[in-house]
């Protein structure tokens, strides 16, 4: 939940974010039914604030016609007045300036849009590497790129306010690459790398004050000639309100307490500055608010957003409920559900009917006649250990000729989600599983999730299967898929399979291992997983070889307090070699099971591409490495993957080095989409960027994504089990764009969910110290990575206390020399130059507008930076 700084609104009351406070008579932010506020000269005139949407029919024909353009929403976290759509030929992002210009659109949105004249286009100064030309893209890290992680246990830092980068992962064991990935996502606008707003050697000592491009129609044409221009355009209708129109925030009284609208409205100040302030009835306030409002000052409300007229500044909405105190756990997180249009509601009966009535539930016997009985082979789990929905299951049977039988063994889910059942329709609108730090928020109802899906040990279990005969090496002999029994004879946890990788010759004690099945031994289990270890580094290796990219970051895990649920501390999580051989098999299955299903429907495959990186971003990401004189190839995935891994030494120095730029690669990146194959006539656009595959899906987590389910019933059909799903080619791709939808909401909450429990934890636990890396510099403000936990902050020079602060360009590279307050009066004042790359201590620090923490910088020598042999416990926990 993001909580704007107030002290910088300073903003007259009723003037909308993104507008001028000079808008004359709709600057007083009149409701639209309030005639009695508009002066003299404006009686009988109606104000138009808005633009009237075009018609239907004008924006099918402009659209066909090219001369209207259609796009997803993104409107900046932290300049709210900007906005942005994907440009349809790939290059730079196409801009909307304001307010007025978004016309009542939300971030999200499927919206139309109409550009501007040329004259009136954005100015981007070439000079300047201040590139806030691209939106914000706040799930966009595909979880290829990312390693596997505990559910709901990494975090990043946590800060909403429209003035701090923020840098947010998580770990939702939710992958791409089919088993649990911890996500990087940047809740970031694509930002400058090497940043200046000044000319070349220009210095600047002042405060930091933000300096916006304004968009430029009289310049001096030798000017403009060193300037390039970013499309300009205003939005002219709304396609699809994707925006829940829900949002978290405070009540306030309005300003003027003798007009007709104090006796009618409140105004709800949201806690997300892209939406916009709502006047809600007062009736629908506390009955005390009017006679007692600071008494709600810290209170937390939920309000959604009824209408929004042309004549009005402001929306008209009804207060949906209050949540509690802000920076509290419980408050924060319905907040962060409801924004997101999550569905947290318990299940209804008419879902619950749907499920097994006679408990406990056994096989029938006629399914025993229709599936390959697995039960006495060796099979287990591996998961985290706090895992109660168990998706997967794997087994490793050697072969006389010292091949292998190996099988990846999946919950066949979708025979308990009849489709067309109401439990079908929930699952299918709910579309995925969200994981939060303390909780999960289920697709389906838990007695599916925890009992009759779940891959639990020792009971019998429905499954779906792959199953292959393999080389040591990995190459495939041959391939089975098809509807199985099985029988887990034991659920390891990843420190579990990551002890017996690590004692290949020693017996692990059983007293250290969960119980195992009768039927087999400590030791065939754990011959079992060094197999599948070994084979999984082959196929890790040949994936690598064959131009596969992987931008691994740091991490957190937390640990909770069972009686308060807080965050009791943090750590880096640690990707192994356990997570690695699971993931293997994942991605195996799922390529697996793409190519059966393209083979067999190629109109009617669900499939999942990744495209290509953006190209403006791409660009920009090249000049600076090139700046700084990094020697990375940007030319394919595996290309990048090579620079990243090669490039770099083993000290702590250069592994900082490459946590930043691994960071930085993350941000061209984009997202990977569920699709019909018949809806793309080009084969290559099927294509997965990260995995450099030319087809892929998912088929792996039924339990928790329900495009895994629609892909079991598509295999099941394929292997003649049933007739294909009544789903033809474009309700087929209208449910993948509702589970990218979503997924990214899902991805969005998690992040603030991490987000807020890290806040808290600096507020519970700080200040924090770390080392840090210098990610940007700007001529007022640094971007740092904070090493030891991994988030993402800037710091500003007006906030620390410096004599003064110059910026300057060395050749390429920007610099800002800091001259620091001495501490006492002998002293001479010290110097600091802050250089990309370079090493800096900092100070998390929880700030009084909960749930909010800021970076501060500690002086030069307050502690000594930790040199490249130092052992951090922190970071080698």
Same mark, same amino acid.
Request: hydrophobic content about 35%; some cysteine; glycine content about 6%.
């Given at each position: 939940?993001?909580?704007?700084?107030?002290?910088?609104?300073?903003?007259?009351?009723?003037?909308?974010?993104?507008?001028?406070?000079?808008?004359?008579?709709?600057?007083?932010?009149?409701?639209?039914?309030?005639?009695?506020?508009?002066?003299?000269?404006?009686?009988?005139?109606?104000?138009?604030?808005?633009?009237?949407?075009?018609?239907?029919?004008?924006?099918?024909?402009?659209?066909?016609?090219?001369?209207?353009?259609?796009?997803?929403?993104?409107?900046?976290?932290?300049?709210?007045?900007?906005?942005?759509?994907?440009?349809?030929?790939?290059?730079?992002?196409?801009?909307?300036?304001?307010?007025?210009?978004?016309?009542?659109?939300?971030?999200?949105?499927?919206?139309?849009?109409?550009?501007?004249?040329?004259? &009136?286009?954005?100015?981007?100064?070439?000079? *300047?590497? #201040?590139?806030?030309? +691209? %939106?914000?893209?706040?799930? /966009?890290?595909? $979880?290829?790129?990312?390693?596997?992680?505990?559910?709901? &246990?990494?975090?990043?830092?946590?800060?909403? *306010?429209? #003035?701090?980068?923020? +840098? %947010?992962?998580?770990?939702? /064991?939710?992958? $791409?690459?089919?088993?649990?990935?911890?996500?990087?996502?940047?809740?970031?606008?694509?930002?400058?790398? *090497?940043?200046?707003?000044?000319?070349?050697?220009?210095?600047?000592?002042?405060?930091?004050?933000?300096?916006?491009?304004?968009?430029?129609?009289?310049?001096?044409?030798?000017?403009?000639?060193?300037?390039?221009?970013?499309?300009?355009?205003?939005?002219?209708?709304?396609?699809?309100?994707?925006?829940?129109?829900?949002?978290?925030?405070?009540?306030?009284?309005?300003?003027?307490?003798?007009?007709?609208?104090?006796?009618?409205?409140?105004?709800?100040?949201?806690?997300?500055?892209?939406?916009?302030?709502?006047?809600?009835?007062?009736?629908?306030?506390?009955?005390?608010?009017?006679?007692?409002?600071?008494?709600?000052?810290?209170?937390?409300?939920?309000?959604?957003?009824?209408?929004?007229?042309?004549?009005?500044?402001?929306?008209?909405?009804?207060?949906?409920?209050?949540?509690?105190?802000?920076?509290?756990?419980?408050?924060?997180?319905?907040?962060?559900?409801?924004?997101?249009?999550?569905?947290?509601?318990?299940?209804?009966?008419?879902?619950?009917?749907?499920?097994?009535?006679?408990?406990?539930?056994?096989?029938?016997?006629?399914?025993?006649?229709?599936?390959?009985?697995?039960?006495?082979?060796?099979?287990?789990?591996?998961?985290?250990?706090?895992?109660?929905?168990?998706?997967?299951?794997?087994?490793?049977?050697?072969?006389?000729?010292?091949?292998?039988?190996?099988?990846?063994?999946?919950?066949?889910?979708?025979?308990?989600?009849?489709?067309?059942?109401?439990?079908?329709?929930?699952?299918?609108?709910?579309?995925?599983?969200?994981?939060?730090?303390?909780?999960?928020?289920?697709?389906?109802?838990?007695?599916?999730?925890?009992?009759?899906?779940?891959?639990?040990?020792?009971?019998?279990?429905?499954?779906?299967?792959?199953?292959?005969?393999?080389?040591?090496?990995?190459?495939?002999?041959?391939?089975?898929?098809?509807?199985?029994?099985?029988?887990?004879?034991?659920?390891?946890?990843?420190?579990?399979?990551?002890?017996?990788?690590?004692?290949?010759?020693?017996?692990?004690?059983?007293?250290?291992?969960?119980?195992?099945?009768?039927?087999?031994?400590?030791?065939?289990?754990?011959?079992?997983?060094?197999?599948?270890?070994?084979?999984?580094?082959?196929?890790?290796?040949?994936?690598?070889?064959?131009?596969?990219?992987?931008?691994?970051?740091?991490?957190?895990?937390?640990?909770?307090?069972?009686?308060?649920?807080?965050?009791?501390?943090?750590?880096?999580?640690?990707?192994?070699?356990?997570?690695?051989?699971?993931?293997?098999?994942?991605?195996?299955?799922?390529?697996?099971?793409?190519?059966?299903?393209?083979?067999?429907?190629?109109?009617?495959?669900?499939?999942?591409?990744?495209?290509?990186?953006?190209?403006?971003?791409?660009?920009?990401?090249?000049?600076?490495?090139?700046?700084?004189?990094?020697?990375?190839?940007?030319?394919?995935?595996?290309?990048?993957?090579?620079?990243?891994?090669?490039?770099?030494?083993?000290?702590?120095?250069?592994?900082?080095?490459?946590?930043?730029?691994?960071?930085?690669?993350?941000?061209?990146?984009?997202?990977?989409?569920?699709?019909?194959?018949?809806?793309?006539?080009?084969?290559?656009?099927?294509?997965?960027?990260?995995?450099?595959?030319?087809?892929?899906?998912?088929?792996?987590?039924?339990?928790?994504?329900?495009?895994?389910?629609?892909?079991?019933?598509?295999?099941?059909?394929?292997?003649?089990?049933?007739?294909?799903?009544?789903?033809?080619?474009?309700?087929?791709?209208?449910?993948?764009?509702?589970?990218?939808?979503?997924?990214?909401?899902?991805?969005?909450?998690?992040?603030?969910?991490?987000?807020?429990?890290?806040?808290?934890?600096?507020?519970?636990?700080?200040?924090?110290?770390?080392?840090?890396?210098?990610?940007?510099?700007l001529s007022q403000a640094f971007d740092v990575l904070v090493l030891r936990?991994?988030?993402?902050?800037?710091i500003y020079c007006n906030a620390l206390p410096l004599q003064s602060y110059?910026?300057?360009?060395?050749?390429?590279?920007?610099?800002?020399?800091?001259?620091?307050?001495?501490?006492?009066?002998?002293?001479?004042?010290?110097?600091?130059?802050?250089?990309?790359?370079?090493?800096?201590?900092?100070?998390?620090?929880?700030?009084?507008?909960?749930?909010?923490?800021?970076?501060?910088?500690?002086?030069?020598?307050?502690?000594?930076?930790?040199?490249?042999?130092?052992?951090?416990?922190?970071?080698?926990?």
């Amino acid at each position: 939940m993001s909580h704007p700084d107030y002290r910088l609104n300073l903003r007259p009351l009723g003037t909308p974010r993104g507008v001028s406070s000079v808008v004359g008579p709709h600057g007083i932010g009149a409701s639209p039914n309030d005639k009695k506020l508009k002066n003299k000269s404006m009686r009988g005139k109606k104000k138009t604030v808005f633009e009237t949407y075009m018609s239907r029919e004008d924006v099918s024909e402009g659209l066909k016609r090219g001369t209207l353009i259609q796009g997803v929403l993104r409107i900046n976290p932290k300049k709210f007045h900007e906005a942005f759509i994907p440009s349809p030929e790939g290059d730079r992002d196409i801009f909307i300036d304001g307010v007025v210009a978004r016309n009542r659109a939300l971030n999200g949105d499927l919206v139309v849009v109409e550009l501007l004249p040329e004259e &009136q286009w954005k100015v981007i100064k070439p000079e *300047s590497n #201040d590139k806030e030309t +691209e %939106a914000a893209y706040e799930s /966009d890290i595909p $979880e290829e790129f990312c390693t596997r992680q505990l559910p709901s &246990q990494s975090l990043k830092g946590y800060d909403g *306010s429209p #003035d701090v980068i923020i +840098e %947010a992962q998580f770990g939702d /064991d939710d992958s $791409e690459d089919g088993h649990g990935n911890a996500e990087n996502v940047l809740a970031d606008d694509v930002k400058k790398l *090497s940043v200046c707003v000044q000319e070349k050697g220009e210095e600047n000592t002042g405060s930091a004050v933000t300096k916006e491009e304004s968009i430029s129609t009289s310049q001096d044409t030798r000017v403009l000639a060193e300037k390039s221009l970013q499309k300009s355009a205003k939005v002219v209708y709304i396609l699809e309100k994707k925006h829940p129109r829900a949002a978290t925030g405070f009540l306030k009284l309005l300003a003027d307490k003798n007009s007709e609208l104090f006796r009618k409205y409140a105004l709800f100040s949201p806690s997300d500055h892209r939406v916009p302030r709502i006047y809600v009835p007062l009736k629908d306030c506390p009955q005390d608010f009017v006679t007692r409002p600071k008494d709600y000052t810290n209170t937390l409300f939920i309000c959604r957003i009824v209408d929004w007229k042309e004549d009005s500044n402001f929306a008209l909405g009804q207060l949906a409920k209050s949540l509690g105190q802000a920076g509290e756990i419980e408050p924060e997180t319905e907040g962060i559900l409801t924004e997101y249009g999550v569905d947290f509601s318990d299940f209804s009966s008419e879902v619950l009917e749907c499920l097994p009535q006679g408990l406990p539930w056994t096989i029938p016997p006629e399914e025993f006649n229709r599936r390959k009985d697995l039960r006495k082979d060796c099979i287990f789990t591996i998961d985290p250990s706090t895992a109660r929905d168990l998706d997967d299951a794997l087994s490793c049977k050697p072969l006389t000729d010292g091949n292998f039988e190996v099988g990846v063994h999946i919950a066949d889910v979708s025979y308990f989600v009849p489709e067309g059942s109401e439990l079908d329709k929930v699952a299918a609108e709910r579309a995925t599983s969200v994981y939060l730090v303390q909780k999960v928020v289920p697709m389906l109802p838990r007695l599916l999730c925890e009992e009759l899906c779940s891959l639990n040990p020792m009971t019998d279990k429905l499954t779906f299967s792959v199953i292959w005969t393999l080389t040591p090496k990995g190459k495939i002999l041959s391939e089975w898929f098809g509807r199985t029994i099985i029988h887990s004879c034991t659920k390891l946890s990843y420190e579990h399979a990551q002890s017996m990788i690590e004692s290949p010759t020693k017996t692990i004690p059983a007293k250290e291992l969960p119980p195992i099945s009768p039927e087999h031994t400590n030791e065939e289990v754990h011959q079992a997983i060094l197999n599948l270890h070994s084979i999984a580094k082959e196929l890790r290796q040949q994936r690598f070889v064959e131009g596969a990219l992987r931008l691994d970051q740091l991490k957190l895990a937390f640990t909770l307090d069972h009686e308060t649920g807080l965050p009791q501390g943090c750590h880096i999580y640690e990707y192994r070699d356990s997570n690695k051989l699971v993931e293997e098999f994942m991605l195996l299955a799922n390529m697996a099971v793409a190519h059966k299903l393209h083979h067999t429907f190629p109109e009617r495959a669900l499939l999942r591409r990744h495209p290509p990186p953006q190209s403006k971003m791409l660009q920009d990401l090249v000049e600076f490495c090139n700046q700084m004189g990094l020697p990375v190839d940007f030319s394919s995935a595996g290309a990048l993957n090579k620079s990243l891994t090669e490039t770099f030494g083993d000290d702590k120095y250069s592994l900082a080095r490459k946590e930043v730029l691994t960071n930085m690669c993350s941000r061209p990146m984009q997202m990977a989409l569920y699709f019909c194959s018949g809806v793309l006539q080009d084969p290559t656009l099927f294509r997965h960027y990260a995995l450099n595959v030319p087809l892929y899906t998912h088929f792996t987590s039924p339990i928790r994504r329900f495009a895994d389910i629609l892909v079991h019933r598509l295999l099941a059909a394929a292997l003649g089990y049933r007739e294909l799903p009544d789903l033809d080619t474009d309700a087929l791709q209208k449910q993948a764009d509702h589970c990218n939808d979503r997924r990214m909401a899902s991805k969005r909450v998690q992040e603030l969910s991490t987000g807020l429990f890290f806040a808290i934890l600096v507020k519970e636990c700080g200040p924090l110290e770390s080392e840090a890396m210098v990610m940007g510099v700007l001529s007022q403000a640094f971007d740092v990575l904070v090493l030891r936990y991994g988030v993402q902050k800037r710091i500003y020079c007006n906030a620390l206390p410096l004599q003064s602060y110059h910026f300057q360009k060395v050749g390429k590279k920007p610099e800002l020399t800091l001259i620091w307050e001495p501490e006492h009066e002998e002293q001479e004042p010290a110097h600091q130059v802050i250089t990309i790359f370079g090493l800096v201590e900092v100070e998390l620090r929880a700030e009084a507008a909960a749930p909010r923490y800021s970076a501060v910088l500690q002086r030069p020598g307050a502690k000594g930076p930790l040199g490249p042999e130092d052992k951090d416990p922190d970071l080698q926990d």
